[in-house]
T-cell receptor
Framework: GQNIDQPTEMTATEGAIVQINCTYQTSGFNGLFWYQQHAGEAPTFLSYNVLDGLEEKGRFSSFLSRSKGYSYLLLKELQMKDSASYLCAVKSFQKLVFGTGTRLLVSP | NAGVTQTPKFRVLKTGQSMTLLCAQDMNHEYMYWYRQDPGMGLRLIHYSVGEGTTAKGEVPDGYNVSRLKKQNFLLGLESAAPSQTSVYFC??????????????FGDGTRLSIL
């Protein structure tokens, strides 16, 4: 079966750091993607992990542990524009399997 | 710099009507996908295509048909629309290499309401 779990909603303050967790159980694994989706818009690519460890891209970092079926997205120096949904997606053979997304609310 | 273009952006249908959603990409991608997104459900794969002339079922294919007659276009059809098909539909495309880090690129979505 395919199962991807993320928290439904998180809140944080501008300038803070937030970590969004994702756990997965899938029949195949070819990498894990994080997407950002603002309300009413299309998902946009943030990061990709296929090997264990941390990938850093500016204010955003993503971590993967394949043995634990676990990933997290770390957002530093939060800005108001980071208020959005963050989607964890596992690449399983030719397809992406998405979690339900985590809605992040950033307050002043 | 169009990327992935979906038409129409909005549509209201009556139960039983049919319609086709069009997705066009100009990135020469092999793979194309149709998803639906519903509150609390995340993105669910309807159908996908790994190349011109080929299609395959995803997680929720019932009530939908697709065609990929040209590499750049992927059509999603609803033969007899039902209220349960009210949703936001997203098309996406990507390169074909399974182990590639190339992400899927999404269109802006089609908001479809079935009355």
């Amino acid at each position: 079966g395919q199962n991807i779990d993320q928290p439904t909603e998180m809140t944080a303050t501008e300038g803070a750091i937030v970590q969004i967790n994702c756990t997965y159980q899938t029949s195949g694994f070819n990498g894990l993607f994080w997407y950002q989706q603002h309300a009413g818009e299309a998902p946009t690519f943030l990061s990709y992990n296929v090997l264990d460890g941390l990938e850093e891209k500016g204010r955003f970092s993503s971590f993967l542990s394949r043995s634990k079926g676990y990933s997290y997205l770390l957002l530093k120096e939060l800005q108001m524009k980071d208020s959005a949904s963050y989607l964890c997606a596992v690449k399983s053979f030719q397809k992406l399997v998405f979690g339900t997304g985590t809605r992040l609310l950033v307050s002043p | 710099n169009a990327g992935v273009t979906q038409t129409p952006k909005f549509r209201v249908l009556k139960t039983g009507q049919s319609m086709t959603l069009l997705c066009a990409q100009d990135m020469n991608h092999e793979y194309m996908y149709w998803y639906r997104q519903d509150p609390g459900m995340g993105l669910r794969l309807i159908h996908y295509s790994v190349g011109e002339g080929t299609t395959a079922k995803g997680e929720v294919p019932d009530g939908y048909n697709v065609s990929r007659l040209k590499k750049q276009n992927f059509l999603l059809g609803l033969e007899s629309a039902a209220p349960s098909q009210t949703s936001v539909y997203f098309c996406a495309s990507s390169y074909s290499v399974v182990d590639s880090n190339q992400p899927q690129h999404f269109g802006d979505g089609t908001r479809l309401s079935i009355l």
